[in-house]
């Protein structure tokens, strides 16, 4: 890939968010807080829990029992969902790019802090199920540390002393809107939370969609040199069920007819993984194993109200396959969603994405996947979802 002008002044180190930037733990909230809200006569909703995003532990209770309106005093609350989610750290998954970035910095020496309004024995406890994460921290702020949390940039400058360092030489990056109120004195980058709300952050120095589209370079820090082709390899991940309609406009409009899977069977996935564009090898149980590229995300131009799963199998079909079984073996990655100004554009893009998919497969890196048994037996009657690192028989 090419490299990227810089963005600001060139920095030194890094200072990390945790919850929302390296770890998924919105999914760990929503499990625990759907079964504590049944018992008081109430339902969890995902689109209110946004509200709590980049709050200290307490200010989140708070916000629920008052938001909820729950019969009980905070305290009695947090003594309710402690226990649970310290039985739930060890499921915590890292946020796509967080493994690459930390292995990354630490190889080239690059000094990093983590800063998080958790309290620091949450924050060990959480870390310590991620190979060598607390190792490759030259310090790690728990929000007890200091006498005000996020969004106070207290815990930032904290960071930059106990690394020794001034905090212009610091790049924090941070998924909470609160970002924007960090003192000018360190630069900002923002991986926003919100789901199609990044326009809150525009007062960030820089706001990316993942940490998968992070380029160090734009802040004088070592490039990744892992793209290939335009490409980013990824850690393999596999998922399966039939083709259903989706909304008519990828033949209609596009002239790119998509097999569609249903995102509702699929919300894990499209939970661990960012939007953006993917490509890999499609597996149709009647017909045979094609190239893919495909997208995951609301589809910005069509603005979708929901999070989409829209494969493109690269290969001239004379009739539709609705109902098919389609398993797809996504290898790796090509940018992240974006809008565009016309339609004609954004078909432009979509044919790019498919000619780098289509090269990049021919690569022996990719095209080994070709031959996984994933795509040549035959489905369950239930969709299916193999998580990264499960084997293959």
């Known amino acids: 890939m090419a490299a990227s002008k810089p963005l600001g002044r060139m920095v030194s180190h890094v200072i990390l968010d945790l919850d929302g930037t390296l770890l998924n733990t919105d999914g760990i909230v929503n499990e625990i807080m759907k079964v504590v809200l049944v018992k008081y006569g109430k339902k969890w909703d995902k689109r209110r829990a946004q509200r709590i995003v980049g709050k200290t ?30 039985d739930q750290w060890c499921n915590i998954k890292p946020l796509p790019g967080a493994n690459r970035l930390i292995n990354h910095l630490r190889s080239n020496g690059v000094p990093m802090a983590l800063a998080s309004n958790s309290p620091k024995s949450n924050i060990e406890a959480k870390i310590s199920y ?44 941070e998924d909470s809107v609160f970002v924007l ?100 090898w499609a597996g149709l149980s009647t017909r045979g194993i094609y190239k893919m590229v495909m997208s995951i995300g609301w589809n910005p131009y069509f603005d979708n109200t929901e999070k989409t799963i829209e494969p493109w199998l690269l290969h001239e079909f004379e009739d539709d396959f609705y109902g098919e079984e ?23 893009r979509i044919h790019k994405d498919g000619k780098i998919a289509e090269k990049a497969l021919d690569l022996p890196m990719y095209a080994g996947y070709k031959d996984s048994q994933y795509l040549k037996s035959s489905l369950p009657q239930s969709n299916f979802h193999k998580s990264e690192g499960d084997k293959l028989s």
């Open 326 to 348: 389609l398993r797809l073996v996504i290898v790796g990655y090509i940018r992240p969603e974006a809008n565009f100004p016309s339609l004609d554009s954004l078909i432009e």
């Open 57 to 86: 532990p307490m200010e989140a209770v708070t916000a629920i029992v008052e938001d909820y309106e729950l019969p009980c005093k905070i305290e009695e609350f947090v003594s309710t969902i402690t226990p649970m989610f310290d």
């Open 130 to 173: 991620h190979h060598d994460w607390k190792e490759s921290f030259s310090a790690i702020i728990g929000g007890d540390e200091v006498q005000n949390g996020k969004p106070s940039p207290e815990i930032f400058l904290e960071a930059a002393k106990r690394m020794k360092t001034d905090p212009s030489n610091c790049l924090v990056i």
């Open 181 to 280: 109120t960090i003192s000018g004195q360190v630069l900002r980058v923002a991986v926003p939370s919100l789901p199609k709300q990044a326009g809150l952050y525009s007062s960030a120095d820089d706001v990316i969609n993942s940490l998968l589209d992070l380029h160090p370079e734009n802040w004088g820090l070592p490039p990744f040199e892992d793209w290939v082709e335009g490409t980013l390899p990824i850690e393999p991940w596999y998922i399966g069920g039939p083709v259903i309609k989706g909304f008519g406009r990828g033949s209609k409009v596009l002239g790119i007819p998509t097999a569609n899977l249903s995102a509702e069977n699929f919300s894990d996935v499209l939970s661990e993984h960012t939007s953006g564009v993917y490509f890999g």
